[in-house]
């Protein structure tokens, strides 16, 4: 079992910052990657961008130059810097980590308005 639980969250003006964590727990040896999604009301889940265990990374084309993933091996955690925020970000953002199975946290809302 993996245990993901996700945090900062906030409501942020557009063009600001925020930074998104993700701890993870439990059974971490059998990870092979860490991803962040997002879901936007009446929209589907879709990935934002994901680290894998030997540090490559993949991005939506939408954050690319805006948001970036990285890892703290020793903090059992991930990061997702966003940069440049714009209102179409707002969303709920989950980490997933992915094993055989995938194992999900329970979301944190982004919010870009002014």
């Known amino acids: 079992q993996v245990q993901v639980v996700e945090s900062g969250g906030g409501l942020v003006q557009p063009g600001g910052s925020l930074k998104l964590s993700c701890a993870v727990s439990?059974?971490?040896?059998?990870?092979?990657?860490l991803g962040w999604y997002r879901q936007a009301p009446g929209k589907q889940r879709e990935l934002v961008a994901a680290?894998?265990?030997?540090?490559?990374?993949n991005y939506a084309n939408s954050v690319k130059g805006r948001f970036t993933i990285s890892r703290d091996n020793a903090k059992n955690t991930v990061y997702l810097q966003m940069n440049s925020l714009k209102s179409e970000d707002t969303a709920v953002y989950y980490c997933?980590?992915?094993?055989?199975?995938?194992?999900w946290g329970q979301g944190t809302q982004v919010t870009v308005s002014s």
């Open positions: 680290i894998t265990n030997g540090g490559n990374t």
């Open positions: 439990g059974s971490i040896f059998s990870i092979m990657a």
């Open positions: 997933q980590a992915r094993s055989m199975y995938d194992y």
